[in-house]
């Protein structure tokens, strides 16, 4: 995977945790507590995804071969 591709991943995995962090917070407050650990959970899975998508270093866009 090229390394816009991955940038790209990585931000909407980033923004999905940050969704899935609000919704769990809903859940916490509403009194649900295993539907919040549930997203927390997500929220955790998805953070590191989304951390490691954006680090990657894959192959630049154009690459010349000679």
Known sequence: MNKVASRIIGVV????SLG???YGIYWF????????????AIF????LF???A????????AVEQK
Not at 29 to 40: M, T, V
Not at 54 to 61: E, S, V
């Open 54 to 61: 954006l680090r990657a270093k894959g192959k630049p866009a």
């Open 20 to 22: 899935s962090a609000a």
């Open 13 to 16: 995995a980033v923004v999905l």
């Open 44 to 47: 955790v899975v998805l953070l």
């Open 29 to 40: 407050s509403a009194g649900r507590i295993k539907h919040g650990l549930l997203f927390a």
């Open 50 to 52: 989304g951390i490691i």
